[in-house]
């Protein structure tokens, strides 16, 4: 099963951009099933999760995007959608979808890539001034 990103491109700051994330195989991956997380890295920063979904519907968000970005489920779509609002430089980054089993601990302090064993290939993000 492969997870597939889109929707990312160039934007100035203060502008939007919607990724999604369908599987390859949707009939067999239900994303209701999983927790789906958003993840990005930056050129010569680490990752850091963005935000989580869980199979609950339990959602998290890092700090930086908190009430800017937005994570969605469709399910009759098997597609999950991160709005991204009000974009800054900052947010310039590759982007990449994950799935996993459960989510991370929400008493961590920030959404780990552990535990997470599916992901896309990654959608670029480019935001100017």
């Known amino acids: 099963v492969q997870l597939v990103e889109s929707g990312g491109g160039s934007v100035q700051a203060g502008g939007s951009l919607r990724l999604s994330c369908v599987a390859s195989a949707a009939s067999a991956f239900p994303y209701s099933k999983y927790c789906m997380g958003w993840f990005r890295q930056a050129p010569g920063k680490e990752r850091e999760g963005v935000a989580s979904m869980g199979r609950d519907a339990r959602i998290r968000y890092a700090d930086p995007v908190k009430g800017r970005f937005t994570i969605s489920r469709d399910k009759a779509k098997n597609t999950v959608t991160l709005q991204m609002n009000n974009l800054g430089i900052e947010d310039t980054a590759m982007y990449y979808c994950?799935?996993?089993?459960?989510?991370?601990?929400?008493?961590?302090?920030?959404?780990?890539?552990?535990?997470?064993?599916?992901w896309g290939r990654g959608t670029q993000v480019t935001v100017s001034s």
């Open positions: 994950a799935a996993a089993s459960f989510c991370p601990s929400y008493e961590l302090a920030a959404i780990t890539a552990r535990g997470f064993d599916y």
